[in-house]
C-alpha cells in the first residue's frame, strides 16, 4: 500500500503542468498552446503574441461550462460572425481594401488588394449591447507607374498581415468603439529600378530594408443611426521592431468618416450613400511629419454590407509607399473599392 501510494506521488510530480491541464481538458495535442512558437517560427513577437491568445479562446472554447445559475446569464461565443464591429476608416491607407486609386496628373496608379475576417465574437449575455471581436487581417497595396502594352508595370509594394481585437458599446443612436490592432509592415522596390547593362540601380537611389512590427489603439465615437452616421476617432502606434532606425516608432492618427441616408437612391434595387472622411497622421524621420488623406465619392450598396464605392481623394505629405518614405508629395485621384 506505501508503495502504490509513492508510486502515484512519483509519477503526479512528473507530470509537467501544460500536459496535465492538457489531459484533465481531453485536448487533441495538435491544439496545444505549447507548440504555438513551433507553428509561428518566423513571425514577429507582437504577432506571435497575438495569434497566442486566439490559440488560447479557441481550447477554451472546447472546455464544457458545468456550472450555470441560468441560461440567460451564460456568456455567449460566436464563429465567424460576420461584419466587423469596428467600422473601417476609408481615408486611411493602412486599411484592408480592395480597388484601384488613379493618380490625377500622371499615369500612376494605387492597386489595393486585401481583406480582413472576424473570426470569433464574445457577449456577456446573448442580449448584451456590449461586444468583443477577434480578427485577421491581409493587406497591401502597390504603385503602378505605367500601363504600356497591357501590362502594369509595379514600382513598389507595402504589404501588412497581422489581427485586431474590437471592442464597441452600442447604444440607441451612438456608440463607442475600440480596436487593437497588432501588425507588421514590410516595403519592397519591384520593377524598373536596375540598370542590368550598367550593373547600377537607376538614379542612385537603392532599395531600402524597411520593416515594422507594431501595435496600433484607436478609439472611435459613432453618432447616429442607420442609415446616417458621424464618426470620430483617434489613436496612436508604437513600433516594438522598426528598420531603419531613424524612423520615428510613435505614429499618431485621427479623422472622421460621415455618410448619409439613402438621399439619392435606390439604385437597381440598392441604396446610395454620400460620403466623406479625412485621416491625418503624424510619422516620418527624425522628425513627425503630417499626412493628410482625404476621401469623398458614393457607396453603391447599404453602408455596412457589400458594395462598390466611387470616390476623389486628396493626399497630401509624406508619400505613402514606404520605399519613397522621404519623400513629400501632393496629389489629386479618383477611384472606386469594392467592400467586400
Not at 477554451?60 to 464591429?85: C, K, M, Y
Not at 522628425?287 to 455596412?304: H, I, P, Q
Amino acid at each position: 500500500m506505501l508503495r502504490n501510494d509513492y508510486t502515484l506521488q512519483k509519477s503526479a510530480q512528473c507530470t509537467k503542468p501544460g500536459q496535465e491541464i492538457q489531459s484533465r481538458l481531453n485536448l487533441p495535442n495538435t491544439f496545444s498552446i505549447l507548440r504555438v512558437n513551433q507553428l509561428l517560427p518566423h513571425t514577429g513577437t507582437l504577432v506571435r503574441i497575438f495569434w497566442r491568445i486566439v490559440l488560447s479562446l479557441l481550447l477554451f472554447q472546447t472546455v464544457p461550462i458545468r456550472a450555470q445559475t441560468a441560461p440567460e446569464a451564460a456568456s455567449h461565443w460566436t464563429f465567424l460572425p460576420g461584419r466587423p464591429i469596428f467600422p473601417t476608416l476609408p481615408a486611411s491607407y493602412e486599411e484592408p481594401r480592395t480597388g484601384i486609386i488613379k493618380d490625377g496628373s500622371t499615369a500612376h496608379m494605387k492597386l489595393d488588394i486585401g481583406s480582413s475576417l472576424e473570426l470569433l465574437e464574445f457577449r456577456l449575455r446573448e442580449d448584451s449591447t456590449e461586444r468583443i471581436h477577434f480578427g485577421a487581417e491581409l493587406f497591401t497595396y502597390a504603385l503602378t507607374t505605367s500601363n504600356q502594352g497591357l501590362r502594369l508595370q509595379v514600382d513598389a509594394v507595402d504589404g501588412y498581415f497581422g489581427g485586431h481585437v474590437t471592442y464597441r458599446l452600442q447604444h440607441s443612436r451612438s456608440a463607442y468603439a475600440l480596436r487593437l490592432r497588432i501588425l507588421h509592415l514590410s516595403s519592397h522596390f519591384l520593377d524598373g529600378h536596375y540598370d542590368l547593362h550598367q550593373n547600377m540601380w537607376l538614379n542612385g537611389l537603392e532599395p531600402t530594408p524597411l520593416a515594422r512590427d507594431y501595435g496600433e489603439l484607436t478609439g472611435a465615437y459613432i453618432w447616429g443611426s442607420t442609415p446616417a452616421e458621424l464618426m470620430v476617432y483617434a489613436g496612436f502606434s508604437q513600433a516594438t521592431l522598426i528598420r531603419p532606425p531613424t524612423m520615428k516608432r510613435l505614429n499618431v492618427l485621427c479623422g472622421f468618416s460621415a455618410h448619409t441616408g439613402n438621399w439619392i437612391g435606390p439604385l437597381f434595387g440598392s441604396p446610395v450613400h454620400v460620403y466623406a472622411a479625412d485621416h491625418y497622421s503624424l510619422w516620418g524621420l527624425e522628425m513627425l511629419s503630417g499626412t493628410n488623406m482625404f476621401e469623398a465619392g458614393v457607396k453603391l450598396g447599404g453602408w455596412d454590407s457589400s458594395g462598390i464605392r466611387i470616390f476623389l481623394s486628396h493626399h497630401a505629405g509624406l508619400e505613402v509607399f514606404h520605399q519613397y518614405f522621404d519623400t513629400k508629395d501632393a496629389d489629386w485621384g479618383m477611384g472606386f473599392a469594392f467592400d467586400l
